[in-house]
């Protein structure tokens, strides 16, 4: 098996990767294995440009990719390291996130968020206005 190295590699679909690879010779039948492997979009909005990373193949638990070289149109090694250490880091963070606990993903309520009565209490605010305006017009 070869050194790794980080590298965006587009396929044949059109898709755009990032990932941590090596190549592996694999008998004469070279292919790329692609470690934690994302795709990245940038998107440029009214607070500058944002970036959005998301796992190549959500669905699976797997780490590790194997891609035959014929899949693959190119490639290149990547050594920026603010991009290597935002990869990095959006690991880490994904790592930490823990989907089979749901209270990790909830968020507490509060009035700014809309939620200010229950429709009861908002019936009795509003009544008591009309009446208030009632009261002045008479």
Request: glycine content about 4%; charged content about 30%; some cysteine.
């Amino acid at each position: 098996m070869g050194e790794e190295f980080y590298s965006v590699i587009k396929l044949v679909t059109g898709e755009e990767i990032f990932s941590l690879v090596c190549i592996d010779e694999n008998d004469g039948d070279p292919v790329l294995i692609m470690q934690n492997p994302v795709t990245m979009k940038m998107t440029k909005t009214s607070r500058g440009t944002m970036l959005k990373v998301k796992p190549w193949m959500e669905m699976s638990d797997d780490d590790f990719f194997i891609v035959k070289l014929d899949r693959i149109i190119t490639m290149t090694e990547v050594k920026d390291e603010n991009m290597i250490e935002f990869y990095n880091s959006y690991l880490e963070e994904d790592s930490t996130d823990d989907i089979s606990d749901p209270s990790s993903h909830q968020t507490k309520i509060t009035n700014k968020m809309g939620y200010v009565s229950t429709v009861e209490e908002a019936r009795e605010m509003l009544e008591n206005l009309y009446r208030l305006k009632d009261n002045k017009e008479s």
